[in-house]
Nanobody, 117 residues
């Protein structure tokens, strides 16, 4: 099992930047993949970015070129650097981890990001 704790959410103006962090309760080098997803009020949860154990990254089209996901195994942490934030990025952001390609999956409690126009 993996416990995930996110931090870094805040209120920021449009065009600003934030860096989200997620700390895992155990070594992350053996996890198949980690990532971030988000959920805005009244909308379905959306996968934002993922990074696999081999370092392969994927981003939602809506954040490509603005967000960067990174993983630091020595600190058991996963970060999401978010630049050029837009009001549409407002959501609760959740860190997730997948033990294997077939699960199980784990999620943190989420951190709120609010972007004002």
């Amino acid at each position: 099992q993996v416990h995930l704790v996110e931090s870094g959410g805040d209120l920021v103006q449009s065009g600003g930047s934030l860096r989200l962090s997620c700390v895992a309760s155990r070594n992350i080098y053996s996890l198949y993949a980690m990532g971030w997803d988000r959920q805005a009020p009244g909308k379905q949860r959306e996968l934002v970015a993922t990074i696999t154990d081999s370092g392969r990254v994927n981003y939602a089209d809506s954040v490509k070129g603005r967000f960067t996901i990174s993983r630091e195994t020595a600190k058991n942490s996963l970060d999401l650097q978010m630049n050029s934030l837009e009001p549409g990025d407002t959501a609760v952001y959740y860190c997730n981890a997948l033990s294997t390609a077939y699960g199980p999956g784990y999620w943190g409690q989420g951190t709120q990001v609010t972007v004002s126009s």
